[in-house]
């Protein structure tokens, strides 16, 4: 069996390293064009020239949540698309998310304005009920933001496509339940996984629909969200604020209205990080779940996008 490894942008050796201690039954290697053909490949925005040269590949296993940059490659139809279920990246999207709520319903930023000028204040404490958090997208990471919320009682709305039913959690589906899903929601916590159906979903008039003082937390791709409404509803006092830990252009450019906008939190695309040594245990127990004939989790529908 061959695995080769293709990223743009990451060193692939350690991950050559560690799959071939993990797999070692397999021949494991860092893709080069003219490479030999390979079974599987482990992927992070490889370019459309892998693809090509790969033609007996059976399965793609990408390393990120999100599988969007791969659908917009040309890609045999016969080849199985995965995604890695969680690897560690739940977690750590629930610490981001529930730190990134209770920063704004505490008003820690406004704390620490005070403090820099040497100032003693004192806010009337909010009320919970007042402030329904909306997580929009119910996947794997979703799922455990939702359940991470309740654990500080915080009334939780989920929007999905399709039904899904979350213990204690208001749950709202389809796109004639998308308004209720925003007016309801006082913080809006983007999970979606980006398709052309949910590119620019976060726009003036989505936007609008949070109740005023609602707060924005796009933790999902940065094409969700339309810069320029999301700055003009701040700045008219729609919206009290924004966390945002991904944009249209990664690095975020220097001359950015982001990084100086007093409401507006940025971080680098840290909200939850691909872990290695849990990815490896799980691309293996997936590569030999195939082997044996067996279904595994994480099959991409590349026609849903997801």
């Not at 977690?91 to 981001?96: K, N, P, S, T, W």
């Not at 509803?233 to 919206?239: E, P, W």
Request: charged residues 20%.
């Amino acid at each position: 069996m061959n695995i080769t490894i293709c990223f743009t942008g990451l060193s692939p050796e350690p991950w050559v390293q560690s799959l071939q201690q993990a797999f070692a039954g397999a021949v494991v290697s860092a893709w080069a064009p003219g490479a030999p053909p390979a079974d599987h490949a482990i992927v992070w925005a490889p370019p459309q020239q892998f693809i090509d040269e790969q033609p007996d590949l059976q399965t793609l296993f990408n390393i990120g949540a999100g599988v969007d940059a791969l659908l917009q490659l040309r890609l045999p139809p016969s080849l199985k698309v995965v995604r890695l279920d969680d690897a560690g990246m739940s977690v750590q999207m629930a610490e981001y998310v529930c730190h990134a709520v209770i920063r704004h319903f505490r008003e820690f930023d406004g704390y620490d304005v005070d403090t820099q000028a040497g100032k003693w204040s004192y806010r009337k404490p909010r009320s919970r009920a007042d402030f329904a958090v909306g997580v929009m997208g119910l996947g794997v990471l979703g799922e455990r933001v939702a359940k991470a919320l309740q654990v500080f009682e915080f009334p939780v709305n989920a929007y999905s496509r399709s039904p899904k039913h979350l213990q204690g959690v208001h749950s709202f589906s389809g796109a004639q339940a998308l308004s209720e899903f925003l007016a309801t929601s006082r913080v809006l916590v983007n999970l979606m996984p980006l398709t052309p159906e949910t590119e620019n979903i976060l726009n003036h008039a989505t936007l609008s629909q949070l109740p005023v003082g609602g707060y924005v937390i796009n933790v999902a791709r940065g094409k969700h969200l339309v810069e320029e409404d999301l700055i003009a509803l701040i700045d008219r006092g729609h919206l009290a604020g924004a966390t945002l830990d991904v944009f249209r252009t990664e690095p975020l450019p220097a001359a950015h209205p982001f990084w100086q906008h007093p409401k507006i939190t940025v971080t680098p695309h840290t909200s939850a990080r691909t872990l290695r040594e849990e990815s490896i245990a799980q691309i293996v127990g997936k590569i030999q779940a195939l082997g044996r004939g067996e279904p595994i989790q994480g099959l991409v529908d590349t026609v849903r996008g997801y």
